[in-house]
């Protein structure tokens, strides 16, 4: 018996592989007509030098919540933290479990789609709200701006933020005065829609706005959606990253090639996307 389950879980396996294989082919297959035209291009070009990584001099990394999804690779320098905000909720919070159990942080938290936190902890604040561009005007959403000023954290530095709202982070990126940004040590978040033509210049313009002072130092790709070769880079259409503030940090080449040993696939059933080294030569 336990043969013919070990073989029928092979078969399984097999199948799965070739049907991810035919999947990523064939979508490949209709982005590379796409790839010959000189304005995508140039946005992937472009992309890919604001995405340039860097690691931290002397700094190491450490994953903070759950395996597979909803995990993040985070510089290990929490000291001095008191804040994080963490948008997008839905039923996983054990990357503000890491913080409000382990680091004794009070954790902001935010989602406008679900009606309750999947568990408490004295250190979770949760409003059903979500966030939004500068200029909104939904009664369900507030700016990034509006929560600080509400919670008394206008004048806050040396804060965590962690967003994962299902592309609506370009909205907000490419709004943001890039002074509120400023206030958080280390950002952490999913990048939605990369190869998604039709939002080039918001995301570029996001990337811009982030870049001003914060550096890349960790990415991810999610094995959730597909990923397109281009020049010497494998560019996932959804990437996870982590940047970390400049002010105070030395930075040198990474050297680091992803995915690396703390990171884990975002679904457990499929071949995690291979980054490589992600930098310059």
């Not at 609506?168 to 998604?196: C, K, P, R, T």
């Not at 982590?242 to 071949?271: A, I, M, Q």
């Amino acid at each position: 018996m336990g043969n013919f389950v070990f073989i029928v879980k092979e078969i399984w396996h097999t199948f799965r592989d070739i049907r991810y294989s035919v999947n990523l082919g064939r979508i490949r297959a209709e982005y590379r007509p796409l790839l010959r035209n000189d304005d995508i291009k140039s946005y992937l070009s472009k992309l890919i030098t604001l995405l340039e990584i860097k690691n931290v001099t002397g700094g190491g990394y450490i994953r903070a919540g759950r395996h597979y999804d909803g995990g993040y690779v985070m510089l290990n320098d929490f000291s001095g933290k008191k804040t994080a905000y963490s948008f997008g909720i839905c039923d996983d919070v054990s990357w503000d479990s890491f913080f409000a159990k382990k680091q004794g942080i009070k954790v902001y938290m935010y989602d406008h789609t679900i009606q309750k936190l999947p568990s408490y902890n004295k250190n979770f604040i949760w409003k059903k709200t979500g966030i939004c561009k500068e200029g909104c005007e939904r009664k369900d959403l507030k700016t990034l701006k509006e929560l600080l000023k509400s919670n008394g954290h206008s004048s806050e530095r040396n804060m965590l933020l962690k967003m994962d709202v299902e592309g609506a982070e370009w909205d907000v990126l490419s709004s943001i005065d890039a002074g509120i940004l400023n206030q958080f040590d280390q950002i952490v978040m999913e990048l939605h829609g990369l190869l998604d033509f039709n939002k080039s210049e918001k995301i570029l313009n996001s990337l811009i706005n982030l870049n001003k002072n914060h550096q890349l130092v960790h990415v991810h790709g999610s094995n959730g959606s597909f990923s397109i070769p281009f020049q010497d880079r494998n560019i996932p259409n959804v990437l996870e990253v982590t940047y970390v503030n400049r002010n105070g940090r030395k930075f040198e080449k990474s050297g680091r090639f992803f995915p690396t040993h703390l990171d884990e696939k975002n679904n457990s059933s499929l071949p995690d996307i291979l980054l490589g080294y992600w930098e310059s030569d």
